[in-house]
Every structure is written in structure tokens, then in C-alpha cells.
């Protein structure tokens, strides 16, 4: 999505930036972003780390149709979420 509204290249930072001045959320398989916005200290942006066995859109879309209902009032509130294929792993923001 980020690449939707920025250069690809930007930087992991400039993208957590963006994504709390616009209230977006990330949803990556790269683990820099949990790293950056748990050390932050802040309560946003939300985070959505995919650590799926498959990388298929076809799975990854069935995957987060079935876990974005059960995750939404946290992602709300401000959380890291790691979606794996069979269980879900919620820490809420920040971290301290």
C-alpha cells in the first residue's frame, strides 16, 4: 500500500511516518516495522505482520479476510498484531 502513496524505496521510517500522519495501517511480512514501532513508544500506526507459509495473494487475502473482523477494535486502539497460519499473536501499543 505504501507504494500506492509513496516512492517504493522510501525508507521503513518514512513509512511508519506516513502511516501515523494519514492513520493507516501497515501490513507487511517485513519484521524492521515491528521493531521500529515498538521501540517508538507511541500507540500508532498499527501493525500487521504476516508470518505465513505462503506468500499467494489467493492465501494471504483468505488469510486476513478471516482475521481482520477478530483484530479490528485492536487495531483501532493501537497494536501489533502477527498473523500466522494458524494462530494470531496481539501485543498492544505502545510497548513498554
Request: hydrophobic share 40%; charged share 30%.
Amino acid at each position: 500500500m505504501a507504494n500506492e502513496i509513496m516512492p517504493s524505496n522510501s525508507s521503513d521510517r518514512t513509512i511508519v511516518e506516513a502511516a501515523k500522519q494519514e492513520e493507516r495501517v501497515i501490513i507487511t511480512q517485513d519484521l524492521n516495522f515491528s521493531e521500529i514501532i515498538s521501540f517508538s513508544g507511541e500507540k500508532v500506526p498499527s501493525l500487521i505482520s504476516l508470518r505465513l507459509s505462503s506468500s499467494r495473494i489467493e492465501f494471504v487475502n483468505k488469510r486476513l479476510e478471516k482475521v481482520l473482523p477478530m483484530i479490528e477494535s485492536d487495531i483501532e486502539k493501537g497494536s501489533i498484531v502477527v498473523v500466522e497460519d494458524t494462530r494470531i499473536r496481539l501485543r498492544h501499543l505502545p510497548i513498554s
